[in-house]
């Protein structure tokens, strides 16, 4: 039988796998809405009620538009990092010597059209949720100006809009798409357009919702790739193609990773919604939730069995279609569970939440904790606020790097431990300005949120950057098992070498990031907004980070990079940059009128002193902060600038070594080896000038 007829004899048992998934899903999503009260329909007098239809549409389309975006991840994640590439014809494996595989071209496709149907699944969620808030029915919503009005009002309709647009473009993109790093590039696309919807709806409104948008965000980047995933593993399986052993191999190691994000972030997210454990059995919702905990359980024995016995059993030898037909049984299996639990997952996003007992302060709710005491040196240090992205951050980081410091060091090769405790003061210093009382005052007064934007964008990348993280990486990832394939290295090196760091690694280009982004930020409306939302402020910190990072990494060099400058370029470089940092302090200490007013008025502490001393305050902060890393970064480049020299020094040495040697062995005399002959023309023209000046006035290097 060929590969064809072999592929074209799976489909009927992939359509009944598919059926069978969808039946779950649908079953449970509707047997959870009606436990959990949100098919009811809510009669209130007075309010209209926009319907049968919406009030089923509404759940099913949200289903729709989960499931199509997973599926998507999974076809794009198939065809960029589970497939392996293949190598040139008549090519030597190596760095960006592979290609698309028939298969993965074949997922890239699919993906086009099940973003085309995440776009529709978006685009009827959006029609739904107006009508859900408006109370009026489809038909009216659809004919009506209302559907326009409320993408542009509404967070909500503004991030379904996204949604639909960032899914129509890797629709378009992906029917021509044929080269592993578009193919990256795709993934990373879907991957963005996977948040704006989950992160406008009970996490953004709950009490501690500093907590649960970022809980939100984990779970949904951790829940995509393992569901899409295990769909693609699946089909894969049951259309009986290629390489499933070592598909199954790199599914299940990210599985793994996967499920332990997705309960760390799902636990977050439960606590942060009720903090009283009591309400999972005396409410609605915890009663779904304590239904999805268990079904979380459930797929934990799946992926279990998997790691233990199936994957295993397909590395063996013995009949290939035998073996993947006992896989594909237990997966699909796996993946009807995993839609129950996505529809189940849908009803409790639909089910609200139990009200937060007492009043809640207007500061509360905007901060998600209450206004701390007076600031005081004790108070910052001591009155620690848990934010999860930066603990999550701080953990990743040090986490990753003792890792690779830990495979060198058993591989028997060294790592100097100067760099791993630069490194890990770094993650010190972001734990420092994101846990402490720094980051409770930061949102209140503008003056530590410039101490803090100050180190983290000044202060903790020098310390990064001289930990050397991209060379540990390179000499600890180890290259792909397969000949032409990309690991993680190999993808690496690609980054390092493509025109996208080129350009944004320039010196030019990261100066300019470096130092208009912060005039940018702090005097225009973008700062107020960023500080308005938790999402906005995480992101405006990572930018500040990461271009800190950029400007040191290209700035003192320690790792590889596209352009390396020349030691007197980069003090240069340091000279010119640090001024307008201290240009941007005195711009702020000249201010006439507060920057973000409307957002420190509403948070305006009654022990502090008025918005434009604060800030005035904050301006000196700047202005004075400047000398602390270019203290530190020109003792940094001294050192490598000696350590340079002398390894410069070393080098040339052995060249002349060795080349004294090689003529001593051929019988060259030392006077005709290079170097040998320099050092002898230098020694005749000191000796003709100290002639010269004996002489009285001849001309030095002069003839005679």
């Given at each position: 039988m060929s590969a064809g007829e072999d592929a074209r004899g799976g489909v009927p048992a992939l359509v009944r796998t598919a059926a069978i998934a969808v039946a779950a899903g649908l079953g449970v999503l509707a047997v959870a809405l009606v436990a959990g009260g949100a098919a009811a329909e809510q009669i209130i007098p007075g309010i209209a009620t926009a319907g049968t239809l919406t009030r089923w549409g509404l759940p099913v389309s949200r289903t729709a538009m989960d499931v199509a975006s997973a599926l998507t991840i999974g076809t794009l994640l198939a065809a960029a990092v589970l497939l392996p590439l293949e190598t040139r014809r008549g090519k030597a494996a190596g760095a960006g010597t592979g290609t698309l595989s028939k298969d993965a071209i074949g997922y890239l496709r699919a993906a086009s059209w099940l973003a085309a149907g995440w776009a529709a699944a978006a685009a009827a969620t959006l029609v739904f949720t107006?009508?859900?808030?408006?109370?009026?029915?489809?038909?009216?919503?659809?004919?009506?100006?209302?559907?326009?009005?409320?993408?542009?009002?509404?967070?909500?309709?503004?991030?379904?809009?996204?949604?639909?647009?960032?899914?129509?473009?890797?629709?378009?993109?992906?029917?021509?798409?044929?080269?592993?790093?578009?193919?990256?590039?795709?993934?990373?696309?879907?991957?963005?357009?996977?948040?704006?919807?989950?992160?406008?709806?009970?996490?953004?409104?709950?009490?501690?919702?500093?907590?649960?948008?970022?809980?939100?965000?984990?779970?949904?980047?951790?829940?995509?790739?393992?569901?899409?995933?295990?769909?693609?593993?699946?089909?894969?399986?049951?259309?009986?193609?290629?390489?499933?052993?070592?598909?199954?191999?790199?599914?299940?190691?990210?599985?793994?990773?996967?499920?332990?994000?997705?309960?760390?972030?799902?636990?977050?997210?439960?606590?942060?919604?009720?903090?009283?454990?009591?309400?999972?059995?005396?409410?609605?919702?915890?009663?779904?939730?304590?239904?999805?905990?268990?079904?979380?359980?459930?797929?934990?024995?799946?992926?279990?069995?998997?790691?233990?016995?199936?994957?295993?059993?397909?590395?063996?030898?013995?009949?290939?279609?035998?073996?993947?037909?006992?896989?594909?049984?237990?997966?699909?299996?796996?993946?009807?569970?995993?839609?129950?639990?996505?529809?189940?997952?849908?009803?409790?996003?639909?089910?609200?939440?139990?009200?937060?007992?007492?009043?809640?302060?207007?500061?509360?709710?905007?901060?998600?904790?209450?206004?701390?005491?007076?600031?005081?040196?004790?108070?910052?240090?001591?009155?620690?606020?848990?934010?999860?992205?930066?603990?999550?951050?701080a953990a990743v980081l040090a986490g990753v790097y003792l890792a690779g410091v830990v495979r060198l060091r058993r591989r028997g090769d060294s790592w100097p431990l100067w760099r791993t405790v630069f490194w890990l003061v770094g993650v010190l210093s972001i734990v420092l300005a994101t846990q402490t009382g720094v980051a409770r005052y930061a949102s209140i007064l503008f003056s530590v949120h410039m101490a803090q934007h100050m180190t983290l964008n000044m202060l903790t990348p020098i310390f990064l950057v001289v930990g050397a993280p991209i060379t540990l990486a390179l000499r600890a990832l180890k290259p792909a098992r397969i000949?032409?394939?990309?690991?993680?290295?190999?993808?690496?090196?690609?980054?390092?070498?493509?025109?996208?760091?080129?350009?944004?690694?320039?010196?030019?280009?990261?100066?300019?990031?470096?130092?208009?982004?912060?005039?940018?930020?702090?005097?225009?409306?973008?700062?107020?907004?960023?500080?308005?939302?938790?999402?906005?402020?995480?992101?405006?910190?990572?930018?500040?980070?990461?271009?800190?990072?950029?400007?040191?990494?290209?700035?003192?060099?320690?790792?590889?990079?596209?352009?390396?400058?020349?030691?007197?370029?980069?003090?240069?470089?340091?000279?010119?940059?640090?001024?307008?940092?201290?240009?941007?302090?005195?711009?702020?200490?000249?201010?006439?009128?507060?920057?973000?007013?409307?957002?420190?008025?509403?948070?305006?502490?009654?022990?502090?002193?008025?918005?434009?001393?604060?800030?005035?305050?904050?301006?000196?902060?700047?202005?004075?902060?400047?000398?602390?890393?270019?203290?530190?970064?020109?003792i940094v480049l001294a050192v490598q600038w000696y350590s340079d020299d002398q390894r410069q020094a070393r080098r040339m040495d052995r060249r002349a070594d060795r080349a004294a040697k090689a003529g001593a062995a051929a019988g060259v005399p030392a006077e005709d080896d290079e170097l040998a002959a320099y050092n002898a023309r230098l020694a005749k023209l000191a000796e003709r000038d100290r002639i010269a000046e004996e002489g009285g006035g001849a001309r030095p290097g002069g003839g005679t």
């Open positions: 107006v009508s859900d808030v408006l109370g009026q029915p489809v038909g009216q919503v659809i004919t009506g100006s209302e559907l326009s009005s409320y993408v542009g009002s509404l967070e909500q309709g503004t991030a379904l809009m996204i949604v639909v647009l960032l899914a129509v473009v890797v629709a378009l993109l992906a029917r021509t798409t044929a080269t592993p790093a578009a193919a990256i590039g795709l993934l990373a696309m879907a991957a963005v357009a996977l948040l704006p919807a989950p992160l406008t709806g009970h996490s953004a409104s709950s009490a501690n919702h500093a907590i649960a948008v970022t809980g939100v965000a984990l779970h949904v980047a951790a829940v995509a790739p393992w569901v899409g995933g295990l769909g693609v593993l699946v089909a894969h399986a049951l259309l009986r193609r290629e390489r499933l052993p070592v598909m199954a191999e790199r599914f299940s190691r990210m599985a793994l990773w996967c499920y332990i994000v997705v309960g760390a972030s799902g636990m977050m997210n439960v606590v942060a919604r009720m903090p009283d454990p009591a309400e999972l059995v005396t409410t609605n919702y915890g009663r779904l939730a304590l239904a999805k905990i268990v079904a979380f359980a459930a797929l934990g024995w799946f992926g279990w069995w998997h790691r233990e016995r199936t994957v295993p059993a397909l590395q063996e030898r013995g009949p290939r279609a035998a073996r993947a037909r006992a896989f594909a049984r237990l997966a699909g299996v796996e993946a009807a569970v995993m839609a129950g639990t996505m529809g189940l997952a849908v009803a409790l996003a639909s089910t609200a939440p139990p009200a937060p007992t007492g009043t809640e302060s207007a500061v509360r709710t905007l901060l998600g904790y209450e206004m701390p005491p007076p600031i005081t040196a004790g108070r910052l240090a001591t009155l620690w606020w848990f934010d999860l992205f930066f603990a999550a951050l000949r032409g394939d990309r690991g993680p290295r190999e993808w690496l090196t690609a980054l390092l070498h493509s025109r996208y760091s080129a350009f944004i690694a320039h010196p030019a280009t990261a100066t300019i990031i470096f130092v208009a982004s912060t005039f940018a930020l702090y005097f225009t409306p973008l700062f107020q907004s960023l500080m308005q939302n938790h999402l906005g402020h995480i992101g405006m910190t990572v930018h500040f980070l990461l271009a800190g990072f950029l400007f040191f990494w290209v700035l003192l060099g320690v790792d590889p990079a596209p352009k390396r400058l020349p030691y007197p370029g980069r003090l240069l470089l340091l000279f010119v940059t640090m001024p307008f940092h201290a240009f941007f302090g005195i711009a702020l200490m000249n201010l006439g009128k507060p920057i973000a007013e409307g957002w420190y008025n509403a948070v305006d502490p009654p022990w502090g002193t008025t918005l434009l001393q604060d800030q005035h305050t904050g301006g000196a902060i700047a202005w004075a902060f400047g000398e602390i890393p270019t203290f530190i970064v020109l």
